[in-house]
């Protein structure tokens, strides 16, 4: 079973929709970061977060530590938000990813 | 942008050579990591440094070695090259005291 697990691998949307990413994990952690990986291969960090929840414009990232799950939610989806978006759990000394969920955004 | 510079950008190289990366940290990280990702899968990590020490260290053989600087710059070195090394490498900087990671926009290593 992998450490990181991410659901749906592949995500398709209508402009406009609301999305949800799921993570879950097994491993212990100290925060948890959501990237967003476009073609080309550029990794950018959309959320740190260790509890709660953080919001940044249309994006929403939750987590439940003791659950060990954490999701990330696009509110008014736009194809400008197709990307792979990554989940991934670190702790003090490395930090582990999740495959990745493909999202495609169709106008 | 980030702050986090990777170079080359892509790499075309034959089996059993050597290759040198680098990564230039965003201004203050003292801690760096470096990731290999194939294509279609999630990056691996490889290994961290902190203050030019290896701290940490994923499931990869020892022709995968590093360096960091007194800059906080730092390089992946990886020897006797194999196919299976052809993938995305990317490196993250942070200040150790803050989780955060900036990543660089990766090297495409190509081995034929």
């Known amino acids: 079973k992998n450490e990181v697990e991410q659901s749906p691998q592949n995500l398709t949307a209508q402009e406009g929709e609301f999305i949800t990413i799921n993570c879950s994990y097994s491993?212990?952690?100290?925060?948890l970061h959501w990237l967003q990986q476009h073609p080309g291969g550029g990794i950018v960090s959309l959320f740190m977060?260790?509890?709660g929840k953080k919001k940044h414009g249309r994006l929403i990232a939750t987590i439940n530590i003791q659950e060990k799950h954490s999701s990330l939610h696009i509110t008014a989806s736009h194809p400008r938000d197709s990307a792979v978006y990554i989940c991934?759990?670190?702790?003090?000394?490395?930090?582990?990813f999740g495959a990745g969920t493909r999202l495609t955004v169709k106008p | 942008e980030t702050g986090v510079t990777q170079s080359p950008t892509h790499l075309i190289k034959t089996r059993g050579q050597q290759v040198t990366l680098r990564c230039s940290s965003q201004s203050g990280h003292n801690t760096v990591s470096w990731y290999q990702q194939a294509l279609g899968q999630g990056p691996q990590f490889i290994f961290q440094?902190?203050?030019?020490?290896?701290?940490g260290r994923g499931n990869f053989p020892p022709r995968f070695s590093g360096l960091q600087f007194p800059n906080y710059s730092s390089e992946l070195n990886v020897n006797a090259l194999e196919l299976d090394d052809s993938a995305l490498y990317l490196c993250?900087?942070?200040?150790?005291?803050?989780?955060?990671?900036?990543f660089g926009q990766g090297t495409r290593l190509t081995v034929v």
């Open positions: 440094y902190y203050r030019e020490e290896e701290n």
């Open positions: 991934a759990p670190y702790n003090n000394n490395d930090m582990r």
């Open positions: 491993v212990g952690i100290s925060a």
């Open positions: 977060l260790s509890s």
């Open positions: 993250a900087s942070r200040d150790r005291r803050n989780t955060e990671a900036f």
